[in-house]
């Protein structure tokens, strides 16, 4: 499984940006993904899990209420809707499959990463 994230960038506090994350691979679309993000000094932090069918979703507390990730099996794309971003939300965002059979908040339970996209919220 290769995993491509795109859509970071640049914007200021209470804007949005769409994270997406494409998926190589005959059986990624069935495997539950996650999004975690690293801050810069800082360790990897779990932001949002969703299960392989798409209709359970889980999210740190965080980003509830901020945040949606969804996804789209037939594209084997996954996405994480950003709103009311805040300074404290720059990090690198990174994707990641699990082969588990459930979502997970632990970065040891995945086995497949992205590369990860800079998201920058200026104050």
């Not at 960038?9 to 690293?38: D, N």
């Not at 209709?55 to 789209?72: L, P």
């Not at 996954?78 to 709103?83: A, F, S, T």
């Amino acid at each position: 499984v290769q995993l491509q994230a795109s859509g970071g960038g640049l914007v200021q506090a209470g804007g949005s940006l769409r994270l997406s994350c494409a998926a190589s691979g005959r059986t990624s679309a069935t495997y539950p993904k996650g999004w975690f993000r690293q801050a810069p000094g800082k360790e990897h932090e779990f932001v949002a899990s969703i299960s392989s069918s798409g209709e359970d979703t889980y999210y740190a507390n965080s980003v509830k209420g901020r945040f949606t990730i969804s996804r789209d099996n037939t594209k084997n794309t996954m996405y994480l809707q950003m709103n009311s971003l805040k300074p404290e939300d720059t990090a690198v965002y990174y994707c990641a499959v699990t082969s588990g059979s459930s979502p997970s908040r632990w970065t040891y339970e995945y086995d497949y990463w992205g590369q990860g996209t800079l998201v920058t919220v200026s104050s």
